[in-house]
């Protein structure tokens, strides 16, 4: 066996800092493995020790695949993999399935039909185009027969890729009432493929899609990864979808990978965007020669804690039943349901509390907000800036997501992708007296005349721009802002083979946008600091493609911000998956906002148990303190509606908490 290389960490005492099932899983030759296990119980470390111990093994990074739910935490997973075991861990791949979708594909995606250096359309773009081809094949409506929007349209097809339904099915079963338009959406869904193709782009949906049919269509792609990775490691397994299982099977379709994926059935949340916990249940079926490791000691929470979540899922009838046992000993906190008359006085608790904790000594970064649905951050929102307690905040508007940040991103992704219809479009709309027939006149010249260069010569990329769309009609008024920007594109690549680095080409494109900024955006001044900060981020970015990556992948896949010592965390329960903090706050935890009013009235059982496991994997965050509290009014003044405490609540047995007064 291969020892440390010089300079590295001493090989870590995996005896020493893992329990006996643990370590099992850590160090097993089979395979095909399954951890399976509750909250808390150290599947992610479990991982995270796997990988340490492959590569101490001689096993080199390079022929590791870890697969997660965000990629936050694989870096974190990665990084924490290297203090262990030393720089090996820097040549693992690591990531979302998205963007290891992403890395490869963007290696061979003309297998695919697609030219070099794709767009990824973000949903925004994806809502422009669906709109404007909604208008085209459905533009006369009755008030009487409506056509749906371009956003259900887009839930439709999405929801129908994920779950490896047609859309036709998807339609029939989720979305009777639109049956009637079958016909026109067909149509709608065909050239939204078709456009997609013809801009070189892909959707978020299209990188499963695009990956799983590479790995199926193309045999030697298939093979080659196959030989590449030795191990492939999936964690957050219970939600998968079937595309992210057909990705995994394929890639571990081989002789010689070796698998292991570790979940927790009772933490599924994500069944309404296709993910199934079937996966987790028919793991040993489908790979008969799979070890199932189970672990049941609790390292997270504190006694108290372990035993609310224990109470919170046993409501739950659909469950492999687990039981946890904590390794921590009590506290002096007894969890506490805080009922409050309306949501402005919550927050003020919230935020009371925050304080005195915080001038106890916790810091902020140990401490969340929790909450169902985004908006139920409002007031927390506003009661933490008046008290002046710094948050962050993982479930609201991204940076990538704003209008100004869009503008300067979309000069660099025309310049990697000249096709990039999108990009053009909200750059043409930057110009005066440009609208949507204009717009898409110049893209017409703009597209044929880049064809006709791209044609005489696919590698060389475009330059001289301004005798190349000597043709394109535009606007009168609009002529100087194109001639500006015809300028700026040439100014973005200097000369044949030059190459400005990510950061200095944002910076053009700010002087370039600065009038339109002006005027079209208020708040100027921040809007600038934020380009600014953009710059200053890409600092380090080595090539624009790298960039536009990581740009499209960070505004749709996770909602990832980057540590800061002192703030407080709110997110959604969702985003929350996977992550722990020494304080939890549990919020709006009224009927009818949690679980939703929706729900309720469906009365749909597995519905309303997904409901009770988002509940379970809220208070499974908390270590030492959980809260829990709801508004018995929700509104301001006369707009107010009285809310009983939640379900979750009422079941809880008596004892297991205490009733504070806010
Ligand atoms: P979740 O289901 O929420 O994803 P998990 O099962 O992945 O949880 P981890 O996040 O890996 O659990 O571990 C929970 C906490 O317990 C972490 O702080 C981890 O470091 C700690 N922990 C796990 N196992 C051990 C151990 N053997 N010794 C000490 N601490 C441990
Ligand atoms: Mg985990």
Redesign the pocket.
Request: proline share 5%.
């Given at each position: 066996m291969p020892g440390p290389l010089p300079g590295a960490p001493a090989v870590p005492d995996f005896a020493a800092?893992?329990?006996d099932e643990?370590l099992a899983a850590v160090q097993t030759h089979a395979r095909h493995a399954l951890v399976i296990?509750?909250?808390?119980?150290?599947?992610?470390?479990?991982l995270?020790y796997r990988v340490a111990w492959l590569l101490s093994q001689g096993v080199p990074g390079w022929r590791v695949l870890l697969l997660t739910f965000t990629n936050k935490a694989a870096r974190e997973m990665l990084e924490r993999v290297g203090s262990l075991i030393g720089p090996e861990s820097g040549s693992i791949w690591g990531g979302t399935f998205h963007s290891i979708a992403n890395r490869i594909l963007r290696r061979h995606a003309e297998m695919l039909g697609y030219r070099q250096g794709f767009t990824i359309l973000d949903s925004d773009d994806q809502r422009a185009l669906m709109r404007r081809l909604v208008k085209l094949h459905a533009g006369k409506q009755s008030k009487a027969n409506p056509f749906p929007k371009p956003e259900v349209l887009l839930s439709l097809l999405s929801l129908a890729v994920n779950t490896g339904r047609t859309w036709e099915e998807t339609l029939a079963a989720d979305y009777p009432q639109l049956c009637k338009h079958e016909e026109t959406i067909g149509q709608i869904y065909a050239d939204y493929a078709r456009r997609k193709v013809e801009t070189n782009a892909m959707d978020f949906d299209d990188l499963l899609v695009n990956m799983v049919r590479l790995l199926s269509e193309h045999e030697e792609v298939r093979l080659h990864l196959q030989e590449r990775f030795l191990h492939v490691l999936v964690?957050?397994y219970q939600d998968t979808n079937v595309l992210q299982e057909r990705m995994i099977s394929l890639l571990c379709g081989g002789s010689r990978t070796h698998l292991m994926v570790?979940g927790?059935d009772a933490?599924s949340i994500y069944s309404w965007r296709g993910a199934r916990v079937d996966h987790i249940f028919d793991f040993s079926r489908r790979y008969p020669d799979a070890e199932v490791f189970k672990?049941e000691?609790n390292?997270?929470s504190v006694p108290a804690i372990l035993e609310i979540s224990n109470a919170a899922i046993a409501q739950n009838e659909r469950q492999f039943l687990k039981v946890l046992r904590p390794?921590r000993a009590a506290n002096k906190w007894m969890p506490a349901v805080v009922p409050a008359p309306d949501n402005r006085t919550e927050a003020q608790f919230v935020a009371r509390r925050i304080d005195e904790l915080m001038g106890q000594g916790i810091p902020g970064k140990d401490i969340a907000v929790l909450y169902r649905a985004h908006f139920h951050s409002l007031d927390v929102q506003m009661e933490l800036t008046r008290c002046h307690i710094p948050f962050r905040i993982t479930s609201g508007l991204r940076f990538f997501e704003q209008a100004h940040v869009k503008d300067v991103v979309a000069y660099l992704r025309l310049l990697s992708n000249p096709r990039d219809e999108m990009a053009f479009r909200r750059i043409a709309a930057t110009f005066p007296r440009v609208g949507e027939v204009s717009a898409g006149k110049m893209w017409q010249g703009w597209l044929a005349a880049c064809e006709a260069r791209l044609q005489s010569a696919p590698e060389v990329p475009l330059r001289g721009y301004e005798e190349l769309m000597r043709g394109v009609s535009v606007p009168a008024l609009a002529r100087p802002n194109w001639q500006s920007f015809l300028a700026t594109m040439e100014a973005l690549r200097p000369e044949e083979g030059v190459e400005l680095t990510p950061a200095e080409m944002v910076r053009l494109v700010q002087k370039e946008l600065d009038a339109w900024f002006r005027s079209a955006y208020d708040n100027y001044d921040e809007r600038w600091e934020d380009i600014e900060q953009l710059s200053r981020t890409l600092a380090d970015m080595p090539s624009l493609e790298d960039f536009l990556s990581q740009v499209a992948l960070l505004s749709e896949a996770d909602r990832e911000v980057e540590p800061d010592d002192d703030c407080v965390t709110l997110s959604t329960i969702h985003q929350a998956?996977?992550?722990?903090w020494k304080v939890v706050f549990v919020i709006f935890l009224g009927e009818g906002m949690f679980p939703h009013y929706r729900v309720i009235n469906a009365g749909d059982a597995r519905e309303l148990e997904e409901e009770t496991r988002l509940f379970y994997?809220a208070v499974?965050?908390a270590?030492d303190q959980l809260y829990l509290t709801y508004p018995r009014y929700n509104g301001h003044s006369y707009d107010s509606m009285y809310c009983p405490p939640s379900r979750f609540l009422t079941s809880l047995p008596q004892g297991l908490f205490e009733v504070w007064s806010e």
């Amino acid at each position: 066996m291969p020892g440390p290389l010089p300079g590295a960490p001493a090989v870590p005492d995996f005896a020493a800092e893992l329990n006996d099932e643990q370590l099992a899983a850590v160090q097993t030759h089979a395979r095909h493995a399954l951890v399976i296990a509750g909250a808390g119980s150290g599947k992610t470390r479990t991982l995270t020790y796997r990988v340490a111990w492959l590569l101490s093994q001689g096993v080199p990074g390079w022929r590791v695949l870890l697969l997660t739910f965000t990629n936050k935490a694989a870096r974190e997973m990665l990084e924490r993999v290297g203090s262990l075991i030393g720089p090996e861990s820097g040549s693992i791949w690591g990531g979302t399935f998205h963007s290891i979708a992403n890395r490869i594909l963007r290696r061979h995606a003309e297998m695919l039909g697609y030219r070099q250096g794709f767009t990824i359309l973000d949903s925004d773009d994806q809502r422009a185009l669906m709109r404007r081809l909604v208008k085209l094949h459905a533009g006369k409506q009755s008030k009487a027969n409506p056509f749906p929007k371009p956003e259900v349209l887009l839930s439709l097809l999405s929801l129908a890729v994920n779950t490896g339904r047609t859309w036709e099915e998807t339609l029939a079963a989720d979305y009777p009432q639109l049956c009637k338009h079958e016909e026109t959406i067909g149509q709608i869904y065909a050239d939204y493929a078709r456009r997609k193709v013809e801009t070189n782009a892909m959707d978020f949906d299209d990188l499963l899609v695009n990956m799983v049919r590479l790995l199926s269509e193309h045999e030697e792609v298939r093979l080659h990864l196959q030989e590449r990775f030795l191990h492939v490691l999936v964690d957050e397994y219970q939600d998968t979808n079937v595309l992210q299982e057909r990705m995994i099977s394929l890639l571990c379709g081989g002789s010689r990978t070796h698998l292991m994926v570790v979940g927790d059935d009772a933490q599924s949340i994500y069944s309404w965007r296709g993910a199934r916990v079937d996966h987790i249940f028919d793991f040993s079926r489908r790979y008969p020669d799979a070890e199932v490791f189970k672990i049941e000691t609790n390292y997270r929470s504190v006694p108290a804690i372990l035993e609310i979540s224990n109470a919170a899922i046993a409501q739950n009838e659909r469950q492999f039943l687990k039981v946890l046992r904590p390794v921590r000993a009590a506290n002096k906190w007894m969890p506490a349901v805080v009922p409050a008359p309306d949501n402005r006085t919550e927050a003020q608790f919230v935020a009371r509390r925050i304080d005195e904790l915080m001038g106890q000594g916790i810091p902020g970064k140990d401490i969340a907000v929790l909450y169902r649905a985004h908006f139920h951050s409002l007031d927390v929102q506003m009661e933490l800036t008046r008290c002046h307690i710094p948050f962050r905040i993982t479930s609201g508007l991204r940076f990538f997501e704003q209008a100004h940040v869009k503008d300067v991103v979309a000069y660099l992704r025309l310049l990697s992708n000249p096709r990039d219809e999108m990009a053009f479009r909200r750059i043409a709309a930057t110009f005066p007296r440009v609208g949507e027939v204009s717009a898409g006149k110049m893209w017409q010249g703009w597209l044929a005349a880049c064809e006709a260069r791209l044609q005489s010569a696919p590698e060389v990329p475009l330059r001289g721009y301004e005798e190349l769309m000597r043709g394109v009609s535009v606007p009168a008024l609009a002529r100087p802002n194109w001639q500006s920007f015809l300028a700026t594109m040439e100014a973005l690549r200097p000369e044949e083979g030059v190459e400005l680095t990510p950061a200095e080409m944002v910076r053009l494109v700010q002087k370039e946008l600065d009038a339109w900024f002006r005027s079209a955006y208020d708040n100027y001044d921040e809007r600038w600091e934020d380009i600014e900060q953009l710059s200053r981020t890409l600092a380090d970015m080595p090539s624009l493609e790298d960039f536009l990556s990581q740009v499209a992948l960070l505004s749709e896949a996770d909602r990832e911000v980057e540590p800061d010592d002192d703030c407080v965390t709110l997110s959604t329960i969702h985003q929350a998956k996977g992550l722990e903090w020494k304080v939890v706050f549990v919020i709006f935890l009224g009927e009818g906002m949690f679980p939703h009013y929706r729900v309720i009235n469906a009365g749909d059982a597995r519905e309303l148990e997904e409901e009770t496991r988002l509940f379970y994997v809220a208070v499974t965050r908390a270590q030492d303190q959980l809260y829990l509290t709801y508004p018995r009014y929700n509104g301001h003044s006369y707009d107010s509606m009285y809310c009983p405490p939640s379900r979750f609540l009422t079941s809880l047995p008596q004892g297991l908490f205490e009733v504070w007064s806010e």
